[in-house]
């Protein structure tokens, strides 16, 4: 893992360059470097419609990253697994203010990819959002490598998040990470280290949450699903409520 890296994984190459802009520590002995992609890895991205930043401030990406990891310290278990997958984080340019930005490959296993919001309303709760977000997608991943949750990939369903119809096993994911951020915030909105306006954001967001999951209630009696993707889609359902 000391040798891993965005570029170098694409690359398959633990030698290959790796831009490193600073290390975070996140404790137990595991560090997450924010890096700069060289031309060649970016251009996969760039296809996607991301766009990198010409120039990143690395104190002020430290300072939003560090925040936004403190909050999502305040539910130890979640901080935990998001430490086990970032390794790598690559700076976005969002479209304007009050808009994110994220994304992660599951051909890279411990990178993700997040816009970085500066004095904005509600940042740090929104990058923490995005980090788990795509943590998450990272984790659920993995799993799926080793227990299969969909069996039949050309289903495509009702996405509420994309609003259009996509492919079973990216509204499975939907799900997942949205269940498991919908906890993390309940779980917040519990903390006395929120302020009001941040305890209102929280709630809104699970309001919204609730609202979006609600549109997949079905998702379960759909074919193409494995018996264990089943039953994961019952249980998350079962903890929003619907």
């Not at 975070?24 to 031309?39: A, M, Q, T």
Request: glycine share 4%; net charge negative; hydrophobic share 40%.
């Amino acid at each position: 893992m000391s040798n891993y890296g965005t570029h170098r994984w694409l690359q398959n190459d633990p030698t290959a360059e790796r831009l490193e802009l600073a290390t975070l520590d996140l404790g137990n002995s595991l560090k997450c470097r924010i890096e700069e992609l060289p031309v060649p890895s970016r251009v996969r991205y760039e296809t996607f419609s991301l766009v990198f930043p010409k120039s990143v401030s690395t104190e002020a990406t430290l300072s939003a990253v560090r925040s936004a990891l403190s909050l999502i310290a305040l539910v130890p278990s979640l901080h935990e697994t998001v430490a086990a997958y970032l390794r790598t984080l690559h700076v976005l340019q969002a479209p304007g203010t009050d808009f994110d930005v994220s994304h992660s490959d599951p051909a890279v296993p411990f990178s993700i990819f997040v816009s970085i919001p500066s004095g904005e309303r509600e940042s740090k709760l929104r990058l923490a959002e995005s980090i788990i977000h795509e943590c998450m997608h990272l984790q659920l991943t993995m799993i799926e490598a080793e227990l299969p949750l969909v069996c039949d990939r050309n289903v495509l369903v009702f996405s509420p998040w994309q609003q259009t119809a996509r492919p079973l096993g990216g509204v499975l994911h939907g799900l997942y990470v949205f269940s498991v951020i919908d906890a993390y915030f309940q779980s917040l909105g519990q903390s006395c280290s929120l302020t009001q306006e941040e305890r209102a954001f929280v709630t809104k967001r699970r309001e919204q949450i609730s609202q979006e999951v609600a549109q997949v209630a079905n998702l379960a009696t759909t074919k193409g699903l494995t018996n264990e993707g089943r039953v994961l889609v019952r249980y998350f359902l079962r903890c929003l409520g619907i």
